[in-house]
């Protein structure tokens, strides 16, 4: 029986790998860029071949793998069946796990959707080690999510499970999410969402702010001004996440989760945002007080590496 794993951040720049022992000791760490021409069809031999090279510079033998886990930027069935990945250009159903054990000559593949499987990392080694239930958002670019419930990761029949960012808060929203939909969470929580919303606030009044002499402003010096105590970027931003706070409340009414995990790069304001969250979600919650904590993601960009290898433990 094999003694290390392997866990695979498979990302649209660069996929990130992790040697690891049972424990979740890190062995080593490398990464490759990401090739996506060809619609991505080198993508999983760059794997493979990274692997395999790995394994033998280190004289580890195939059969102390007990396996890879690899996080993929789109959505992963129970059975292992891919969607599509955009973004890595791939855009018919396939099974990864199956393709890549071929290519590593029979090692065991497991498959996830990356922000599940940082999810699930974030469980195992971070944010959220010690709970068994957990809901946990990454506000990024998107919003991504995962939903852990027993200990074990819902990935869902049809790949959705987690996909906290799309869903819809505010049906009344004139523009279209990236998804198509409109009023997604993600188009008011995620780093580009706080921006927009932070942009709308200033058009509608005079009302001063140090973001209007700004020449173009990012989420942190939104929530940057926000702490400073502008009262404008408060608001702004307590709207958004008041967005946020809401979708916990109905992950509460369905899963009851212990902890809410917050990652991603606004999470970087810290207890400012927590605090935040915390006080509004309160005003959701009647039927029990409100228990779940809400803290803040700690394995940063490792996450994923430590979930996928947590997939195949
Ligand atoms: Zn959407």
């Known amino acids: 029986m094999g003694t290390k794993c392997i866990g695979v951040d498979l990302g649209g720049t660069t996929t990130k790998f992790g040697l690891l022992d049972r424990e979740g000791q890190v062995e080593d760490k490398w990464e490759i860029p990401t090739r996506k021409e060809d619609a991505g069809s080198h993508i999983l031999s760059d794997i493979a071949e990274s692997i395999l090279k790995k394994l033998k510079d280190k004289g580890i033998d195939k059969e102390d793998i007990i396996g890879v886990g690899v996080g993929v930027p789109g959505p992963v ?41 940082a999810a699930l990392g974030e469980l195992w080694k971070g944010g959220g080690a010690g709970y068994k239930n957990a809901v946990f958002f990454t506000l990024g670019t998107g919003v991504g999510g995962g939903v852990v419930v027993d200990g074990r990761m819902i990935a869902g029949s049809f790949g959705m499970g987690g996909e906290v960012g799309h869903i819809t808060v505010n049906p009344h929203e004139p523009d279209a999410c990236n998804c198509g939909n409109h009023g997604c969470l993600e188009q008011y929580a995620s780093a580009t969402g706080i921006v927009k919303q932070a942009q709308r606030a200033l058009a509608k009044s005079d009302r001063p702010s140090v973001l209007r002499d700004m020449d173009g402003f990012t989420c942190k010096d939104v929530l940057d001004a926000a702490k400073d105590g502008d009262a404008l970027a408060a608001e702004s931003v307590e709207g958004s996440m008041r967005y946020l706070a809401l979708v916990m409340s109905f992950a509460s009414h369905i899963t009851d989760p212990e902890v809410f995990i917050i990652g991603g790069g606004v999470s970087k304001a810290g207890v400012y945002l927590t605090d935040m969250l915390k006080r509004l979600y309160a005003g959701y919650i009647y039927v029990s007080d409100p228990q779940a904590e809400v803290a803040l993601a700690s394995l940063g960009n490792d996450a994923g590496m430590y979930g996928a290898a947590r997939l195949v433990l």
């Open 77 to 117: 069935g129970n059975d292992g069946k891919l969607t599509k990945c955009v973004n890595l250009g791939w855009f018919e159903p396939f099974y990864p796990e199956k393709t890549l054990s071929e290519m590593l000559g029979g090692i065991p593949v497991k498959a996830g959707n990356d922000a599940n499987v």
